[in-house]
């Protein structure tokens, strides 16, 4: 294998998942990425990479932020399923769009912020103005590319 074709591979589906279970950990605990980078012995670029899975973890190295993050190791598994049930590459069911959302500082602060609405009819109103300025900003997407102008 090339050195080019492994910079196009995106990482792997379980590497994100677990990446992102540290960042969902930290930030419910109120911990900084600097403050977990020292308390596992590495710089907080490298605590950013683990969350972005640009860098996978090690055993070793889960099992220490694990540690200082006061969780188990399965807690970074959780929600991944039964592997005997999944491909060689992990799961592959939509869930890279939910993990880019949570990786914003936006997706991660409403991930938050919403589940303490209440109201049921409150989240739904919510969601379909979400919905609507989703479609509507595909529709002037669709628009422009086809050379109208919008």
């Known amino acids: 294998m090339t050195k080019d074709l492994d910079l196009d591979r995106s990482p792997n589906p379980v590497d994100r998942h677990v990446g992102l279970r540290i960042r969902l950990r930290r930030k419910e605990l109120g911990v900084s990425q600097e403050k977990l ?41 959780e929600g991944l399923g039964d592997p005997a049930q999944h491909g060689a590459n992990g799961p592959d069911d939509g869930r890279d769009t939910v993990h880019d959302f949570l990786l914003t ?42 050379g109208e102008e919008v």
């Open 37 to 77: 980078a020292d308390s596992i012995g590495l710089t907080f670029q490298q605590v950013q990479k683990y969350e972005r899975a640009a860098n996978r973890v090690s055993a070793s190295k889960l099992w220490e932020v694990a540690r200082a993050l006061r969780t188990s190791i399965a807690f970074f598994y």
């Open 105 to 146: 500082p936006e997706g991660m602060e409403l991930a938050t912020l919403f589940p303490r609405i209440r109201r049921a009819r409150v989240r739904r109103r919510l969601l379909d103005l979400v919905r609507t300025m989703a479609e509507e900003a595909e529709a002037d997407l669709d628009e422009t590319e086809g």
